[in-house]
Nanobody, 115 residues
Framework: QVQLVESGGGSVQAGGSLRLSCKASGSFSSINVMGWYRQTSGKQRELVADITTGSITNYADSVKGRFTISRDNAKNTVYLQMNSLKPEDTAVYYC?????????WGQGTQVTVSS
């Protein structure tokens, strides 16, 4: 079992920055990929970025150059630094990982960017 707890969402004006954190806890030996997804009303959840234990990263084209994903393996924590935020980044952001073929999700944290 893996529990994911996110923090760091909030409201910011366009051009501002926010940093999301997600800590994994529970009974697991090691987690390979951790990632962030986002979802707006009426749309499918989409990948924002993910990162492997070896820090190989993958980003959605819409956030490349503005967002940075990182992780602290010792703390089982993944971060998402979001800079130059745009109103279209407004969404609920979810932390995700999978372990032993099971997908795990955090509760979600709201990010609102006003113009």
């Amino acid at each position: 079992q893996v529990q994911l707890v996110e923090s760091g969402g909030g409201s910011v004006q366009a051009g501002g920055s926010l940093r999301l954190s997600c800590k994994a806890s529970g009974s697991f030996s090691s987690i390979n990929v951790m990632g962030w997804y986002r979802q707006t009303s009426g749309k499918q959840r989409e990948l924002v970025a993910d990162i492997t234990t070896g820090s190989i990263t993958n980003y959605a084209d819409s956030v490349k150059g503005r967002f940075t994903i990182s992780r602290d393996n010792a703390k089982n924590t993944v971060y998402l630094q979001m800079n130059s935020l745009k109103p279209e980044d407004t969404a609920v952001y979810y932390c995700n990982t999978w372990y032993k073929y099971v997908d795990y999700w955090g509760q979600g944290t709201q990010v609102t960017v006003s113009s």
